[in-house]
């Protein structure tokens, strides 16, 4: 069968590599304007930041609820990579990153989403019934990912038996809330937050202080898309 990897490496037709372009600007642009204004934002505003005009939006996003599901999506491919990628890299010395002071794979995940990640992961208002094809895929790659970090650091003895993957989506949520404060003066409170947290479970895993039934992961899901 003749390689495909030459046109794999092909670039782009012109207007796809500007459709692309714009898709990119677009999203990034979405975060920060939902991120500073709420949900109440309208696709103008989005179009305004972005730099593109508000027909370009709405051709690619039908609806702005269409355009916060795209988000999400985002953020949760973004979270099962760093996820993957933590895993597969937990044990060499460049796998906390640099400055970041904390203890196990949990922990290292944590605060680099906290630090790396483009923004929290979005919940679309009113979301409701099944996951889409694309959404349910992802969260299927992060619990994959998670369950690997949790099961790495239970067997290193710094989390307590008990302690899930859906718990790590918890503290994620509650370790990251927006704040009034410049990226790296919030990210500095979140990682304070962090390493308490980490303290306690490794004290809790220390002296066999096993944690009462927690969250699953389709209740995680269910809250977190309901």
Do not use: C
Request: charged share 25%; no cysteine.
């Amino acid at each position: 069968m003749p390689s495909t990897s030459a046109a794999d490496d092909r670039p782009l037709p012109g207007r796809l590599r500007e459709a692309r372009a714009n898709d990119t600007a677009v999203l990034a642009a979405a975060r920060e304007v939902f991120a500073a204004q709420g949900h109440g934002a309208s696709m103008a505003d989005v179009a305004r930041h972005a730099g593109v005009g508000v027909g370009s939006v709405y051709r690619r996003y039908p609806t702005k609820e269409a355009l916060v599901e795209a988000l999400h999506v985002q953020a949760v491919r973004e979270a099962a990579r760093l996820a993957t990628e933590v895993a597969d890299e937990h044990g060499s010395d460049a796998a906390a990153g640099p400055g970041l002071d904390v203890e196990g794979a949990v922990g290292t995940f944590l605060a680099r989403q906290i630090t790396e990640a483009s923004g929290p992961l979005l919940r679309p208002p009113g979301s409701g019934g099944p996951l889409p094809a694309d959404l349910a895929a992802a969260t299927r790659d992060l619990r994959a990912g998670l369950e690997r970090l949790v099961a790495y650091d239970r067997a290193a003895g710094v989390l307590p038996d008990g302690f899930t993957p859906a718990d790590v989506m918890q503290l994620l949520l509650h370790l990251r809330p927006a704040l009034p404060f410049p990226r790296v003066e919030a990210d500095t409170l979140h990682l304070r937050y962090l390493r308490l947290v980490l303290a306690g479970l490794r004290t809790r895993a220390r002296d066999d202080d096993g944690l009462a039934d927690g969250p699953s992961w389709d209740d995680w899901v269910g809250a977190w898309h309901d």
